[in-house]
């Protein structure tokens, strides 16, 4: 069953990838990075849990921090590009 589980979270971090690469928009992919990084949070739990190693809980949860502190930074940074870029283009007309 917890082979299934992974296979399954295996399955799902692909399609995520494909959304990232193939993804519409800007948004889009930066919001199918945090899944993959969310999916890979679970995927290193269910490995603890599969192997008998806890502490991959700890592991999982600083990952967890770091995606969630990544995916706000590279949206703040985006963010400003736009207002930086629309200061630009608009002085220009």
Do not use: C, W
Request: avoid cysteine; charged fraction near 15%; charge should be neutral.
């Amino acid at each position: 069953m917890i082979f299934a589980v992974m296979a399954a979270l295996l399955v799902t971090m692909v399609l995520t990838l494909l959304r990232t690469f193939l993804g519409p928009g800007l948004y889009n992919r930066i919001l199918a990075i945090n899944t993959f990084g969310t999916k890979t949070v679970l995927f290193v739990a269910v490995a603890g849990f599969l192997f008998g190693r806890p502490e991959f809980l700890d592991i999982g949860i600083l990952y967890a921090l770091v995606n969630f502190v990544a995916t706000v930074a590279v949206l703040r940074l985006t963010h400003y590009q736009e207002l930086v870029s629309d200061t630009e283009g608009g002085e220009g007309r």
